[in-house]
């Protein structure tokens, strides 16, 4: 089963999850890149993400290396921004077709529960098929659980 992590990251707790998956083995991931991101610091990050978040702005998402196509199972992994998902992971779901896949989500936020989020996802990719989806919580600040969750879910196929 082959399977590309897509993913976004502010502030570098997704960036950790990547780092953990791409010890899997058939696990290929790419970071999405955006034209506007929020300010890195202060309560602009917070004022400017969670208003592009809730409005679905445009991103203006750079495109990808690797094809969705060549994948059996995509797995989507974001930060999430007033309780939803972020423009980047928005923008890359419209943008890229990902019907028939296998499809995990996984959604790292402070309070660990982006189900919200999650479920809004699920929604727009009917078409793929549901594997799981995992919470996590700041990734990057709880390193262990981090790696123990992943490897609950991703070792055991
Ligand atoms: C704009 C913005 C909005 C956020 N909104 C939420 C939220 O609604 N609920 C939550 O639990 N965490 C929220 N967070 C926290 C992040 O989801 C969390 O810190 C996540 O691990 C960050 O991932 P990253 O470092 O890969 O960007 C928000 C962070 C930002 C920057």
């Not at 089963?1 to 010890?23: F, H, Q, W």
Request: aromatic share 8%; proline share 6%.
């Amino acid at each position: 089963m082959k399977k590309l992590l897509i993913y976004y990251s502010l502030t570098g707790n997704c960036d950790y999850v990547a780092e953990v998956m791409r010890k899997f083995p058939q696990t290929a991931t790419e970071k999405l890149l955006v034209e506007k991101q929020p300010p890195l610091k202060g309560l602009g990050k917070f004022l400017h993400g969670g208003k592009s978040a809730l409005l679905k702005e445009d991103p203006g998402l750079k495109p990808i290396k690797a094809d969705p196509s060549d994948y059996d199972e995509i797995v989507l992994c974001y930060p999430v921004w007033a309780g939803t998902c972020p423009p980047a992971i928005n923008a890359f779901v419209k943008r890229y077709s990902l019907k028939g896949k296998r499809l995990f989500i996984i959604a790292a936020s402070a309070s660990g529960n982006g189900n919200k989020s999650i479920e809004q996802l699920r929604k727009a990719l009917n078409q793929c098929e549901f594997a799981g989806s995992l919470n996590l919580i700041n990734p990057a600040a709880r390193k262990e659980e981090t790696v123990r969750k992943l490897a609950e879910v991703f070792t055991e196929e």
